[in-house]
């Protein structure tokens, strides 16, 4: 295994643009947020997101971070027109009225390119890779004031040494949940590589991988950052752990089971640590996300306040277990039969506080309507 300390110590940012939705939607139209509790979104809580970085080996030249840097911007747009809702702006609580919103389609996905001064294979063999990985995924802090200048969804692709690449998503909990992501991400993968199959029929075509190339003329990288363990450290030390439920379609749990249920589930992820490595959960915040009417309730849930009876009926967590794989990202390809080496991800919780996140299924799923929670717990350090 290579020492982390033998990785070159720069990762630099080559260019960002915003790629929009390729059709607009009707004007006004926004997703509400309910916001429970004593001002549980402050500067902290909005920092809470999802980061999945995935890494390909590069198969040939349309398979390589340059050609899929140069043909995101198109495809994106494409996979937006039917996401608008992860192409939005998120606005603060203007009306004193505890709701904060969405505005869709309003502000993209800001789409990063960047180049790595390693080899994929040393870097995923790293013993600081999961520490170093932040600097694979791009993200800058949502301004608490100014909440609607800042982008909620990053997608960075990153080139290494050699023949690997990597795509590294950062997305708002605010904006998205981890299966609606996935289901994005998806619908992605299926635009682009249409986008490409396209282009190939072409002579000529708008967009081409020389636009990213780093000419003698671009020799200036828009940020350079330090790429070892050390300098990387800077999320909360924590852990996820996941569970899925059953679900009945005709039942919408009232809000105190999913606070009970929430309870639950930390105190199973808690148990399911390394003995000694977690900290204990006084409190958290809870968010709960239904596809169906398309709403988004966050909630700081305290200790001192935690309900009685149970888990409002959803039964033991520990007999409910899941894990990332089931988001079915590791199959994810955006070259035909180019399916990742590697998948990693991290829930980012706000600060030391825990965060869980409780998925309601979509009603259009295929199986059986599942549940899906991810509770993060901070770690001792």
């Known amino acids: 295994m290579a020492a982390s300390d033998s990785i070159p110590k720069q990762l630099h940012i080559e260019a960002m643009q915003s790629a929009l939705p390729g059709q607009l939607t009707e004007t006004g ?3 509400a947020i309910a916001v429970v509790g004593a001002g549980p979104l402050c500067r902290e809580a ?6 999945v970085v995935l890494y ?3 198969t040939g ?5 340059e050609a899929v840097a140069a043909w995101a911007k198109e495809s994106l747009s494409a996979a937006l027109a039917e996401y608008p809702g992860l192409a939005g702006r998120l606005r603060n609580d203007r009306e004193g009225d505890g709701f904060w919103d969405v505005k869709l389609n309003d502000a993209g996905v800001r789409l990063v390119q960047a180049t790595a001064e390693v080899g994929m294979d040393e ?3 790293s013993e600081g890779r999961e520490a170093m990985e932040e600097k694979l995924a791009y993200w800058a802090d949502i301004d608490r004031d100014k909440p609607d200048v800042s982008a909620l969804f990053y997608i960075q692709v990153t080139e290494f040494k050699g023949d690997g690449y990597s795509i590294g998503i950062t997305c708002s909990l605010l904006l998205a949940d981890p299966q609606l992501l996935a289901r ?3 619908q992605w993968a299926l635009c682009h590589s249409q986008t490409v199959a396209r282009a190939a029929l072409t002579t000529t075509s708008i967009f081409h991988p020389s636009y990213f190339r780093k000419a003698k003329q671009r020799p200036v990288h828009l940020k350079s950052l330090a790429l070892d363990s050390a300098a990387a450290a800077t999320d909360p030390a924590a852990a996820t752990v996941l569970f899925k439920f059953p679900w009945d379609p005709e039942r919408r749990a009232p809000a105190l089971a999913y606070s009970a249920l929430a309870w639950l589930c930390v105190d199973e992820a808690s148990r399911a640590l390394e003995p000694g490595t977690g900290a204990a959960v006084s409190e958290f915040f809870l968010i709960v996300s239904d596809p169906v009417d398309d709403s988004m309730r966050v909630e700081l849930c305290r200790k001192e306040e935690r309900p009685s009876g149970g888990a409002g009926g959803f039964g033991r967590a520990a007999n409910y277990m899941a894990s990332w794989d089931e988001l079915g990202l590791d199959g994810l390809a955006l070259a035909e039969g180019n399916e990742p080496v590697h998948v990693s991800y991290r829930t980012v919780p706000s600060g030391r506080a825990g965060l869980v996140v409780v998925m309601l299924p979509p009603d259009d799923v295929d199986c059986a309507p599942e549940l899906m929670v991810a509770a993060t717990v901070p770690k001792r350090i």
């Open 61 to 65: 030249e349309d398979d390589s971070a």
């Open 184 to 186: 994005f991400l998806k």
């Open 123 to 125: 870097f995923l063999e």
């Open 29 to 31: 139209q926004s997703r």
């Open 46 to 51: 909005l920092q809470s997101r999802l980061r």
């Open 56 to 58: 390909y080996r590069k």
